[in-house]
Every structure is written in structure tokens, then in C-alpha cells.
């Protein structure tokens, strides 16, 4: 397939629905075995973190799979150890955690708008690996993805943002400004990866100029990286409904009926 030509859309749906039943297979796993696993996404603005995220949670079960995407901390937030408001969000046994976003703001957004002393930053590339050592030496499944993508590319898509009404509410002031700081962000980026890229903790790379590509590599990378076996499903059978014993479900009259919209587009036709 030539270079610049996106993937095609038959292969990509076909493949994305495959994965997906893998990773509820795995999910049953991670719950019948206790396992804890954590998934990082980290990338440049509009590189495809939250459209993979999606595509990961799909057929999830929510109960089991929860995605965190943490607000700007609050006044009490930044008196604490940086790492702590994260710890909160980590997960029990049979639980699967996908920070969308994650303690390396600190490394990327902070340190490039100035919102972290270089004192704080040179704390954090210190301690941010033993950190993660922590976790893993705890029996986390830490997996970090960084999605890469070029500067023509991340500024196609925000302005399909900027022009879509139902997409604008994806771009802040702090996304645009991005654009003016590309050097300052990749430079950042670069140093990131060089202090926290461990052999215990690597980080992934997605090349992300292609969605569609990008959704289907980290899927089948996670599917291949955490060490799951499939699990004898439970066994449900449907009882038989039993006889009624004389209900009589009152008038629909009496209920507040929500409009029926989808009618009102059939008529005429």
C-alpha cells in the first residue's frame, strides 16, 4: 500500500472486530486470574489516543475496565506528592485501567507551559522510574504507548475539528498553542522518553499518522504483550420463563411516554 494512502476501511473493521473479541477473552483473564493491568496513552495533541481508547472499551465490560482521564488537579492536588492523585485511579484485582493521559503530563504539558518548576520536573524524571518499578514489582502489567504523528498531519486534524460542530469541543486554547510550541513539545518528548524509557518499563511507540493502522497495531500489541490464556466461558443457561400469576400491567395511559421522534421520520415514506 502506497505511502499516504489510508488503510482500507474492509481489512481495518474486519481485523478491529477480531481484536476486540480478543480483548474481551482477555478481560475474562484479568478477572478470573486477579491480574491488575494498566495501560498508558501519551502522544501529541490530536495523535489518536481517545479514538483508540474507544475502539479498546468497545464490548468491555465497564465494571472491570475503567478509563481515566484526570481534570486539571486542584489546589489540594498540588500540595501532594505528584504521583498520588494517580495512585488513587490504579486497579484492584481483575481490573484493567486506561489513563488517558497520565502521570507524564508533568514531563510534556507542565514542563513546556511552564505549569512545573525544574525542580519539580528534574524530581519527577528521578522518581518516575522508581515509580514504576514499584508497580511492576507489585504485579502490575504496565503498558505505555506514546502515538506519533507529524505536524501536517496533527494540523489537518484539528482543523476538521475547528470546522466540525460536533468535534470543536475536542480543541482548547492549550491544543492551538501546541502548534506554536512543536519544537519546544518534541524536545520535550525526546527528553522524556530518554529518562523513563527502562527496560522494565518501555515505551511503545504508535505510529499514528494512519488511524486506523495506528488502533490496529497497539491492539494487537497489548493482546501480545500481556500474558493471558484463554478462559472456559461460564456456563448460562435461560431458565424457563415461569406462568403468570394474574399481573396486569396498569394503562399505558398513566406512564409519561417518551415522543416517538423515530416515527415522525417515517411518515410519508
Known sequence: MGKGKRYPREVYESELLRLQGELVRMQEWVRVSGARVVVLFEGRDAAGKGGAIKRVTEYLNPRSCRVVALPTPTERERTQWYFQRYVDHLPAAGEIVLFDRSWYNRAG?????????????????????????????????????????????????????????????????????????????????????????????????????????????????????????????????LPDRPRGDGYTRPPRELEHAVPDHAGTLLEGL
Request: glycine content about 2%; some cysteine.
Open 109 to 237: 504539558v507542565e514542563r513546556v507551559m511552564g505549569f512545573c518548576t525544574d525542580a519539580e520536573y528534574e524530581r519527577f524524571v528521578v522518581q518516575c522510574p522508581i515509580f514504576e518499578d514499584l508497580l511492576i514489582g507489585d504485579g502490575i502489567l504496565l503498558r505505555k504507548y506514546w502515538f506519533s504523528v507529524s505536524a501536517a498531519e496533527q494540523s489537518r486534524r484539528f482543523r476538521e475539528r475547528l470546522d466540525n460542530p460536533l468535534k470543536r469541543w475536542k480543541l482548547s486554547p492549550m491544543d492551538l498553542e501546541s502548534i506554536t510550541r512543536w519544537d519546544d513539545y518534541s524536545r520535550a518528548r525526546d527528553d522524556m522518553l530518554a529518562a523513563t524509557d527502562t527496560a522494565t518499563a518501555p515505551w511503545l511507540v504508535v505510529e499514528a499518522e494512519d488511524k486506523r493502522r495506528a488502533r490496529l497495531n497497539m491492539i494487537a500489541h497489548l493482546l501480545a504483550s500481556v500474558p493471558w490464556e484463554p478462559v472456559e466461558p461460564r456456563t448460562l443457561d
